[in-house]
Nanobody, 121 residues
């Protein structure tokens, strides 16, 4: 099993910055992708950014150039640096880990409990 603990959310004014952290513990296998999703009231949960163990990243278009995802494999921690925040970035942000087992040839998916990010105008 894998546990994910998010931190770093809060209230910030538009144009400000926040850094989210996701600490993963448990059975973290080598082939994994960890990402951040967000869900605003009335909206579906959407992928914000993801990063593979070897550092390949993916971003949704609305955050490109403003958000940066990174990871520290030694501590199994993934970060989301969010700059130039906009009111439309307001949402609950969830850490998500996708881990592949070579034994079962299957992906397992894990979620954190979420952290609130509120951007005021």
């Amino acid at each position: 099993q894998v546990q994910l603990v998010e931190s770093g959310g809060g209230l910030v004014q538009a144009g400000g910055s926040l850094r989210l952290s996701c600490a993963a513990s448990g059975r973290i296998l080598n082939r994994n992708v960890i990402g951040w999703h967000r869900q605003a009231p009335g909206n579906q949960r959407e992928l914000v950014a993801s990063i593979t163990r070897d550092g390949r990243t993916n971003y949704t278009d609305s955050v490109k150039g403003r958000f940066t995802i990174s990871r520290d494999n030694a501590s199994n921690t993934v970060y989301l640096q969010m700059n130039s925040l906009k009111p439309e970035d307001t949402a609950v942000y969830y850490c998500n880990a996708n881990i592949f087992s070579l034994i079962t040839s299957r992906w397992s998916h894990y979620w954190g409990q979420g952290t609130q990010v509120t951007v005021s105008s």
